[in-house]
T-cell receptor, first 111, second 112 residues
Framework: KQEVTQIPAALSVPEGENLVLNCSFTDSAIYNLQWFRQDPGKGLTSLLLIQSSQREQTSGRLNASLDKSSGRSTLYIAASQPGDSATYLCAVNGEDDKIIFGKGTRLHILP | NAGVTQTPKFRILKIGQSMTLQCTQDMNHNYMYWYRQDPGMGLKLIYYSVGAGITDKGEVPNGYNVSRSTTEDFPLRLELAAPSQTSVYFC???????????FGSGTRLTVV
């Protein structure tokens, strides 16, 4: 059974700092991994999708890496801004076609 | 583009009542999913479907039923609502295993 863990559960950093969010998964038989952002009371916005054959993906100030063999992914946010404050979720798409989510990391950027 | 549309956005049910949460996508996606999200608990997979006529259980299927008679629609049925089913429900769709997923805006359900 796939289990997805995100560390830390919550994080507060001053504006301008670079930060890393972590996601680990127990079953490496995956098709891809996707990072989402969720603002309070809102739906999910896709940030980055990494296929199992890829090592990383970049979009603007965001960079996501994937180490499938060790069951880990990181989301790197450069030069953080108050608008980055949100909950960040990682989701693993397994070869059983089930997409399993972590519990998320609540990020607060201090102005 | 409408993407994934969920209705209703909000609903209050009494214990024992039944209802159907609607989910429709206009992207011709074969794969569709239902999740529930409880505070601090992330999203839990309820049911999913890899194509019309095919459905399968996720992590927390008890108390729910689904059907997939068309590619576009994937309704979620609650037969006997219980307070434990108070949650926010999200529907998602995807072109397939190697593609990303698109989410609807959610249905906030309260059972009293």
């Amino acid at each position: 059974k796939q289990e997805v863990t995100q560390i830390p559960a919550a994080l507060s950093v001053p504006e301008g700092e670079n930060l890393v969010l972590n996601c680990s998964f127990t079953d490496s038989a995956i098709y891809n991994l996707q990072w989402f952002r969720q603002d309070p009371g809102k739906g999910l916005t896709s940030l980055l999708l990494i296929q199992s054959s890829q090592r990383e993906q970049t979009s603007g100030r965001l960079n996501a890496s994937l180490d499938k063999s060790s069951g880990r992914s990181t989301l790197y946010i450069a030069a953080s801004q108050p608008g980055d404050s949100a909950t960040y979720l990682c989701a693993v798409n397994g070869e059983d076609d089930k997409i399993i989510f972590g519990k998320g990391t609540r990020l607060h950027i201090l102005p | 583009n409408a993407g994934v549309t969920q209705t209703p956005k909000f609903r209050i049910l009494k214990i024992g009542q039944s209802m159907t949460l609607q989910c429709t996508q206009d992207m011709n996606h074969n794969y569709m999913y239902w999740y529930r999200q409880d505070p601090g608990m992330g999203l839990k997979l309820i049911y999913y479907s890899v194509g019309a006529g095919i459905t399968d259980k996720g992590e927390v299927p008890n108390g729910y039923n689904v059907s997939r008679s068309t590619t576009e629609d994937f309704p979620l049925r609650l037969e006997l609502a219980a307070p434990s089913q108070t949650s926010v429900y999200f529907c998602a769709s995807s072109s397939g295993s190697h593609y990303g997923y698109t989410f609807g805006s959610g249905t906030r359900l309260t059972v009293v």
